[in-house]
């Protein structure tokens, strides 16, 4: 009769498995060693220095080329040397008179853009200055001592209110500027009853404030 040793089935069961484990486990940890290692690698990138590199070489390849054209043209050593000098010097002098060029080309933009800017808010203003009835031979003197600093509006537009504000202002710190009685129906040239002379009184208190001299 044959004897038969029982078998631990379970026993194999559990082996297989924990080798399984031991092995996946491995494999996540070189994976998670592996990428601990890319991110240090991307984290001490030193783009400066690369980029220095990438100007070292093509500072190298510009100056191999020019030596060897100069070459060709039959130059000894020293004056390569002194040829390539003053080939980068001015290249030099060329980049700086286009970066000059360009700086001055926005400056002019810059004021024609102020210049236009300036027209239109006068433009406003005396627009404005009609509605208060201020006369045609003030409007300078209040153009001239109005702020309009600040007459743009939070849409960066011109704002007719923020400019009468301005005008206002002038008309409460110089009274003399005021529009008279008979003018306050509107904008008018000289006043009703004075062939146009206005009021000499008023006239001459304004030449004075600005130092001029009363009329004859």
């Known amino acids: ?22 092995s996946a486990g491995g494999d996540n940890g070189q994976a998670g060693q592996q990428g601990n290692q890319n991110n240090q ?29 100069f070459q060709q043209q039959g130059l000894s050593e020293g004056e390569i040397s002194q040829a390539i000098a003053t080939f980068k010097q001015n290249k030099q002098q060329q980049t ?26 006068e433009l406003a203003a005396t627009k404005v200055a009609m509605t208060l009835g201020i006369e045609a031979k003030t409007l300078p003197y209040v153009l001239k001592m109005a702020d309009f600093s600040k007459v743009k509006g939070v849409d960066g537009k011109v704002s007719e209110d923020n400019i009468k504000a301005s005008l206002e202002q002038v008309l409460k710190d110089v009274p003399a500027l005021k529009p008279s009685m008979e003018n306050n129906a509107g904008f008018q040239i000289g006043a009703p009853g ?10 001459d208190a304004i030449r004075k404030l600005f130092g001029l001299k009363p009329k004859q």
């Open 1 to 22: 009769m044959r004897k038969t040793l029982p078998i631990n089935l379970q026993l194999f069961a559990d082996g297989g498995d924990g080798n399984g484990g031991q």
């Open 41 to 69: 690698q991307t984290a001490g990138v030193d783009y400066d220095k690369i980029q220095a590199m990438l100007d070292n070489a093509t500072a190298k390849k510009e100056n191999a080329v020019l030596k060897s054209y």
């Open 96 to 121: 700086e008179q286009q970066q000059n060029a360009n700086a001055n080309l926005q400056n002019e933009v810059a004021a024609a853009q102020k210049v236009a800017e300036q027209a239109q808010i």
């Open 194 to 203: 004075n062939n146009g002379n206005g009021n000499p009184g008023n006239d």
